[in-house]
């Protein structure tokens, strides 16, 4: 099937005890067994439940993997790939990624003798500087949040497949729409989603996918023992999600491309970041990697200064002033407070996430009333 039929119905089958074609809600907790372990499959609904074998089944199947993991929010499904590990561990993370991914990494798992480092890997050959004995696990999104960096992953899985080093992959920005991680050498990829798998701001959800059997064994172990687990009704709206995730993509991409080369033009901007740009850093790579270039963008002001970012995210209606990104309405965001505060300031500017910067992500309403609102609130 090609990826649109796929989305539609690739993991779903019609229910069999009805024919109803929408997978049903199984909200219960637990299933009756006709004997001490006789059972259909089902015992207790943490392990198992049907409307989120469903989603599982659909989620590896859209990533071109054969196992599926679903939780409860992004960062459960981050908690169970870092579970993996063992204290004296090392991962290398890539510097620019998203504020909570940092703040597990750093004040979490820190804390039990997980040691991390924090690199750009825009040379994805930079992250040989950083193996040791000790490295188990390379950690990176793209494009990156929220500076729109883009990590060759091919380079990146052939750099871990060297070295029998897992390659993790956060393909929440793009989704899989537009990139395939495991298709290029992944062992993991995660989601939050959130975001553009659910589609429509009414669900918290996460996700893993992987090929390989014992990895999954693992992570379905974890899922499991530590119950990071999502409720049926949520698996039932990412399942909803998915079946129009090929034609909200094609509309986040049209309309992100005209709002970046808007904002591109306008005398108060200083700088777009947007990987669609010919010009931008690592373009060729994201056109050999990825099918389009998403709805993801992030801008800064000639007038760097929080109070002018202020301004403009006070001065938009269309464009919501709200955490989160993916939803079927546009968002604008400023990620210094609000996705990535737990980053120490110093560390985020020398990264290049400086105070005036502001994130979008651009929904499918009419391109041309999204731009009209943001010149409103530019000036």
Not at 124 to 143: D, F, G, S
Not at 298 to 313: H, M, Q, R, W, Y
Request: proline residues 4%; glycine residues 8%.
């Amino acid at each position: 099937m090609k990826l649109g039929t796929k989305l539609i119905h690739a993991g779903v089958t019609p229910d069999p005890s009805t024919g109803a074609i929408m997978t049903p809600i199984f909200q219960t907790s637990t299933y009756v067994q006709s004997a001490p372990g006789q059972h259909k499959g089902y015992e207790y609904a943490r392990t198992q439940n049907p409307t989120r074998d469903a989603l599982q089944n659909a989620l590896a199947a859209i990533e071109n993997g054969k196992f599926g993991i679903s939780f409860g929010s992004g960062l459960a499904a981050t908690d169970a790939v870092m579970k993996l590990l063992n204290p004296g561990d090392e991962v290398i993370a890539s510097n620019d990624l998203y504020g909570g991914t940092y703040r597990i990494f750093t004040k979490i798992f820190e804390r039990y003798g997980i040691k991390f480092h924090f690199i750009g890997m825009q040379d994805a050959q930079n992250i040989r500087n950083y193996i040791n004995t000790n490295t188990k696990l390379i950690w990176i999104e793209t494009p990156t949040n929220p500076l729109l960096n883009i990590i060759d992953i091919a380079a990146c899985a052939h750099i871990a497949g060297e070295h029998k080093i897992l390659l993790a992959v956060d393909n929440t920005f793009a989704s899989p729409y537009l990139q395939n991680p495991l298709d290029l050498g992944a062992n993991i990829v995660v989601h939050s989603a959130t975001k553009y798998l659910g589609g429509h701001s009414d669900v918290v959800h996460g996700a893993i996918i992987v090929k390989d059997e014992d990895l999954a064994k693992q992570l379905y172990f974890i899922q499991n023992s530590c119950g990071a687990v999502p409720g049926p009704q949520d698996c039932f709206l990412v399942l909803r999600g998915l079946k129009t995730l090929h034609v909200r993509m094609q509309r986040h991409c049209e309309n992100g491309a005209a709002v970046a080369h808007f904002l591109r033009q306008h005398s108060k901007v200083a700088k777009v970041y947007w990987c669609g740009f010919e010009d931008h850093p690592n373009h060729a790579i994201a056109k050999k990697q990825m099918r389009g270039y998403g709805g993801m963008i992030s801008f800064t002001l000639k007038n760097d200064s929080i109070e002018a970012a202020t301004k403009v995210l006070s001065g938009t209606h269309l464009f919501s002033l709200a955490e989160s990104l993916g939803g079927v309405e546009s968002l604008i965001g400023h990620p210094a407070s609000m996705t990535h505060a737990s980053i120490p300031r110093e560390e985020r500017i020398s990264n290049g996430l400086v105070d005036s910067l502001i994130r979008l992500s651009v929904g499918i309403e009419d391109a041309d009333d999204l731009i009209a609102d943001l010149s409103k609130a530019i000036g």
